[in-house]
């Protein structure tokens, strides 16, 4: 390929594919938005060593495969972050704090029964086995119940976002949807 192509639209072209294939292998989005910016310049350092009769996308992706090689090596060789090191503590109690306050509002518009057992186990961390206890019922039925209670929250939270997830069904990125939602 000429050694002037300009690399804008090949970019546009293939920016969003690029992205999707990152967040099916990098779960932290802001991640996933550094490993991008990664190819990007590779992709421009190299552009003219792209021959005219190759394919642009299977290149495009190549580069991507290896970056992304590159990402899990480069965290491999850093050592553990200490806690101790860090300029903040945030314990987990605040943090779980914060999240409550973000999904509570979902979980209040859960029948009550649902919303109670959530609450209990998610945001007050009550272990399912003590809750079974303290209700008095099995262990597989609190456990049911909970995930029960977990799919309609989840079909809360899509009935208002875009939810994107990674292979492991962990949360990825999640886009508002236009109609606004009165849980949020």
């Not at 546009?12 to 989005?29: C, E, G, N, V």
């Not at 190299?46 to 899990?72: C, E, G, M, P």
């Not at 990125?173 to 109609?179: M, R």
Request: proline share 3%.
């Amino acid at each position: 390929m000429d050694s002037h192509t300009d690399i804008a639209p090949i970019w546009h072209a293939y920016q969003a594919q690029l992205r999707a294939f990152l967040r099916s292998k990098i779960s932290d989005p802001d991640e996933v938005e550094d490993v991008l910016q990664d190819i990007l310049v590779k992709v421009f350092n190299n552009l003219s060593s792209l021959n005219s009769d190759s394919s642009i996308k299977a290149w495009l992706f190549q580069i991507a495969h290896r970056t992304v090689i590159d990402f899990y090596r480069a965290r491999q060789r850093k050592p553990a972050l200490n806690a101790d090191d860090l300029w903040y503590n945030d314990s987990d109690n605040t943090v779980r704090q914060q999240l409550a306050e973000c999904v509570a509002p979902f979980i209040n518009a859960l029948p009550d029964d649902a919303a109670q057992l959530l609450t209990e186990v998610e945001l007050k961390g009550t272990s399912q086995k003590a809750l079974a206890e303290q209700l008095g019922i099995r262990y597989s039925t609190l456990k049911s119940r909970v995930q029960s209670s977990r799919q309609q929250l989840r079909a809360l939270f899509e009935a208002c976002c875009e939810v994107s997830f990674d292979k492991n069904g962990t949360v990825i990125d999640f886009d508002l949807k236009s109609q606004g939602c009165e849980n949020c």
